[in-house]
């Protein structure tokens, strides 16, 4: 259930993302487990983020809500403008393919279709004609160095490539947020600063990017980081890099 009081401040017009008081709780038997238990911050429009924090510290129900996979027990969470808190599933699964792309640590390509399928997935959700859903496709593939294998499928392309699918898939819509869960966590070294060369270009050109992580390493390549401990921001540092 969700609890709301009094409505928060809206959000200023260069806050893309703004968390303000969230909680979310758990009955885990007779125990309530506070997996987010007041957190506020916000996010501007066009800055790259990490989101970090030690196992049990919350950082994955933080991308549940971030993703808008689950919704806080209480406070706002305002994503492009909208408080998911106050939506409905309809307007939640809308708000959700409209405003974010996700780039996750198994790539979750489908295994039938092409490379240049599997970019139109969401394009098809928006009801987008076959010829604009192939132009599309065809120039992200191109955005992100994967254009001369549109026609094969996933099992025939390395990590590396599968995952410059995947983050291609993520900007089909033109999210106001791209969200990335452990985006190299399958990928061996040299191929990880490839794709977080391809982040950094990503953010170069504009795009709001968030990563989940644990490796100090990857959170390096952002401009500013959230710190989780205990389900409550332990810092906020920005100009990390």
């Known amino acids: 259930m969700i609890v709301r009081g009094t409505e928060p401040p809206r959000p200023r017009a260069d ?12 009955l885990v038997g007779d ?11 916000s996010i501007r429009r ?11 510290s919350g950082k994955s129900t933080m991308l549940n809500i971030l993703g808008c996979l689950d919704r806080p027990t209480e406070g706002a969470y305002w994503l492009n403008g909208g408080n998911v808190a106050d939506m409905d599933d309809d307007e939640l699964s809308d708000h959700r393919l409209r405003n974010l792309g996700f780039v996750f640590q198994s790539f979750h390509l489908i295994p039938q279709l092409t490379v240049c399928e599997n ?6 959700y928006l009801g987008l004609g076959q010829s604009e859903r192939r132009h ?9 160095g994967i254009a001369h294998r549109l026609r094969h499928l996933p099992s025939e392309l390395s990590g590396g490539q599968r995952q410059r699918v995947a983050v291609a898939r993520a900007l089909a819509n033109d999210p106001a947020v791209l969200l990335a869960d452990e985006p190299t966590g399958n990928l061996d070294s040299a191929t990880s600063v490839q794709i977080m060369a391809l982040f950094q270009e990503l ?6 990017v968030i990563v989940v992580t644990h490796e100090s390493d990857i959170a390096a390549y952002a401009k500013a980081c959230v ?9 906020v540092r920005e100009g990390v890099s």
Do not use: C, N
């Open 203 to 208: 953010y170069e050109q504009g795009k709001t």
């Open 31 to 41: 125990e309530v487990v506070r997996a987010l238990d007041g957190v506020s911050f």
């Open 227 to 235: 710190v989780l401990k205990d389900g409550l921001v332990q810092s």
């Open 46 to 56: 066009g800055s790259y983020w990490a989101i970090m924090g030690p196992s049990g």
């Open 119 to 124: 970019i139109e997935v969401p394009m098809l």
């Open 15 to 26: 806050e893309v993302v703004r968390l303000d008081g969230v909680k979310r709780h758990y």
């Open 136 to 144: 599309k496709a065809e120039s992200l593939a191109e955005r992100v």
